[in-house]
């Protein structure tokens, strides 16, 4: 995923989040980390649900996309992640507020978080977890959107691409680091030697959409979850599909 085209695409939604007046926020019950931690003794996969994959142009308009967030509710997946830019990916805020009331399993909102408001929003759509980048806020902002989602029980992912970015991100002190390549497509050499670089305690979840078992092999002690898209979202049998890999990665 081209997460510095996503960013451009923010401004808009911010402004809108901003002034938007929000209801009482309930905290996750939901611990995110806890099932996504694997010790780096195994892969954890989190389906990545979309309608539109905007780095291949395939698309998925009749995707009952409820439907299959049950199935893989119903899988060994340690998460869910949704997709939450509608223009981009097709999917929103709404479809993971609508997952959220049909699963137990806890859900990644898959969206740049920029603003506090953005926060309050993809928890009150049902957010578990949500994704905040290095590279794109200063330091004193990261710091308080960690603050922001920690309050309501939300787990921060704090992503980086490059060397530069993961030190800003252990400074800041995130438990759990999402390592993706910079031209957004699976290097898993690039994401394995970021993860040498992570202290061993914290979790460290890979942000390119595995798709092969390979790719999962390869990132099985180095990573402790990885997302996976492609492979749910073409398959009739999302167990099926997802056992195959985390079988590769847990060998």
């Not at 223009?87 to 859900?107: C, H, K, N, Q, Y």
């Not at 305690?201 to 492609?230: M, N």
Request: net charge negative.
């Amino acid at each position: 995923m081209d997460w510095t085209a996503l960013r451009a695409t923010k401004e808009a939604d911010i402004q809108q989040r901003a002034a938007t007046p929000l209801s009482e926020v309930t905290p996750s019950i939901r611990d995110f980390a806890q099932f996504v931690t694997t010790q780096k003794q195994e892969l954890g996969l989190i389906p990545a649900l979309k309608r539109v994959d905007p780095d291949t142009g395939q698309t998925w308009p009749e995707l009952d996309i409820v439907a299959l967030a049950q199935a893989c509710d119903d899988t060994e997946a340690g998460a869910i992640g949704v997709y939450t830019e509608p223009s981009v990916f097709g999917t929103s805020s709404d479809d993971m507020r609508a997952i959220s009331e049909r699963v137990t399993t806890p859900l990644f909102a898959l969206d740049l978080v920029l603003h506090d408001s953005q926060v309050h929003h993809a928890r009150l759509c049902g957010a578990d977890a949500i994704l905040l980048w290095a590279g794109a806020v200063d330091a004193p902002t990261l710091a308080r959107l960690m603050t922001t989602a920690r309050s309501i029980h939300v787990a921060p992912v704090v992503m980086a691409r490059t060397p530069d970015e993961l030190r800003l991100a252990i400074a800041a002190e995130g438990f759990i680091i999402g390592l993706a390549s910079p031209d957004g497509t699976l290097d898993t050499a690039h994401v394995s030697a970021l993860a040498t670089q992570v202290p061993r305690r914290k979790t460290i979840i890979s942000l390119d959409e595995l798709s092969t078992p390979e790719e999962a092999s390869s990132l099985l002690g180095k990573v402790d979850a990885a997302l996976v898209s492609q492979d749910v979202l073409d398959t009739a049998d999302v167990e099926g599909s997802l056992t195959e890999l985390m079988k590769w990665g847990s060998d």
